[in-house]
């Protein structure tokens, strides 16, 4: 059974840090693209990060560029989003994503696994 979960979330003032992760059970990050979406009240689920399996490749969304940071340790098999200098429309609901198996396709469009979600919030 194929199992993400996340894990980091809370509640940060602006100009804070938080460290999201994602230990996966069941499968294996190291053979797939994984990364981050987010979804804020009365708003779509939108993409924010990804890490490639085959050259470790990341892309970001313009909004986090330069304060977010995707990596993965293969021997945990766990995911991580370093989230620095945090504002306050960061707020949402933060969702881990794994792609089918050696992807080559982005994670913005093939997902095959999530998480379940883990909440952050930021005050002003």
């Known amino acids: 059974q194929v199992q993400l979960v996340e894990s980091g979330g809370g509640l940060v003032q602006a100009g804070g840090s938080l460290r999201l992760s994602c230990a996966g059970s069941?499968?294996?990050?190291?053979?797939?693209?994984v990364g981050w979406f987010r979804q804020a009240p009365g708003k779509e689920r939108e993409f924010v990060a990804s890490l490639g399996w085959y050259n470790a490749n990341t892309n970001y969304a313009d909004t986090v560029k330069g304060r977010f940071t995707v990596s993965r340790d293969n021997a945990k098999n766990t995911v991580y989003l370093q989230m620095n200098s945090l504002r306050p429309e960061d707020t949402a609901v933060y969702y881990c994503a794994a792609s089918p198996q050696r992807s080559v396709i982005s994670l913005k469009t093939a997902t095959e696994y999530w998480g379940q979600g883990t909440q952050v919030t930021v005050s002003s």
């Open positions: 069941g499968l294996t990050f190291s053979r797939r693209n």
